[in-house]
């Protein structure tokens, strides 16, 4: 196999594109373009790198941005969204409800309610992306523990929604 | 009773490399850049606090053999380790200057409760909090 590590380096370039740019249209050409990389062939090992595709990276960045306008500021869940990337206050909802487990509106609320501890900003980009998976693998997780790592890397999601991470 | 925290260490792809953006792009000031044999001591300090070193260390054997080495390496290079915080007086200042530089930013500076901060990559994948109190 060739060294890997050049490629990872190519990989982190675009992906720090989506962690930086994410409210803005951004296509898989143009993510490939900033990796240095075919269309194809980027997407296959943005996911053999990271466990998920671009736009999986993509969509939960935003969900993961827009949330923390939401625990941290006053604004509105339309301008969460807006402010997020996405283009329809349907498909934001739809996707937020689907990967925290909660409805925006609800997320927000709760968080006001209960003062959002003081964590430094970059520890809650890294660590806050939600992970509540539309993957079809959750309830077969301890089936593939005897898969390769790598494998498993591809079809698995940590089970925890973000609302159950944060109840424990 | 244990008193301060000394060193830090900071896995880097390559030395050289590391050295250039930390002193060059970041401003620190070399501590020490010494060698045993095949080993090299390369220590460096953010400008207010030359107490402090940052040890820019490759992964390699003798300390891991090679596979381990491999590993570590590609978690750097897939940024998934965070190595510190670091602390300004002048949080978008810092963040216009060193993105002048070519340092490459995951967040821009933003006002948080506690101050304004930004998070930075190093050149080998790691980030960093940058962060005015």
Redesign the interface.
């Known amino acids: 196999m060739r060294d890997p590590i050049p490629v990872y380096i190519h990989l982190l370039r675009a992906k720090d594109m989506i962690d930086r740019e994410y409210a803005r249209e951004l296509d898989v050409a143009t993510l490939a373009r900033r990796a240095h990389a075919s269309t194809a062939h980027f997407a296959r090992s943005f996911k053999q790198a990271f466990g998920e595709t671009p736009h999986q990276y993509l969509r939960r960045r935003r969900i993961e941005r827009a949330a923390e306008l939401l625990r941290g500021t006053g604004v509105s869940v339309s301008e969460a969204s807006l402010e997020a990337g996405f283009h329809s206050l349907g498909s934001f909802s739809s996707a937020f409800r689907e990967l925290v487990g909660e409805s925006p509106a609800a997320y927000a609320r709760r968080w006001r309610d209960a003062n959002a501890p003081a964590i430094p900003a970059c520890f809650t980009l890294m660590y806050t992306r939600p992970t509540g998976a539309p993957e079809p693998s959750r309830q077969t997780q301890t089936e593939q523990s005897s898969r390769s790592a790598a494998t498993r890397s591809e079809v698995a999601s940590p089970p925890s929604t973000m609302k159950e991470a944060q109840s424990r | 009773m244990i008193e301060k925290l000394t060193h830090t260490t900071v896995w880097v792809?390559d030395q050289d490399e590391a050295l250039e953006f930390y002193t060059q792009k970041l401003g620190f000031h070399v501590h020490t850049d010494a060698r045993m044999d095949d080993f090299r001591w390369l220590t460096v300090s953010p400008p207010k606090q030359p107490e402090h070193e940052i040890i820019l260390l490759e992964p390699g054997p003798p300390m891991m053999d090679d596979e381990s080495a491999?590993q570590v390496?590609?978690l750097v290079?897939?940024?998934i380790l965070?190595a510190a915080?670091f602390e300004t007086s002048d949080c978008r200042a810092t963040y216009a200057q060193l993105s002048e530089r070519g340092v490459?930013?995951?967040?821009?500076p933003?006002k948080?409760?506690?101050g304004t901060?930004a998070?930075l990559?190093d050149n080998s994948?790691n980030?960093?909090?940058v962060?005015e109190r």
Request: charged content about 25%; hydrophobic content about 40%.
């Open positions: 792809l491999e390496k590609a290079a897939k940024g965070g915080a490459s930013f995951l967040s821009e933003a948080r409760p506690w901060e998070t990559r994948g980030w960093f909090s962060t």
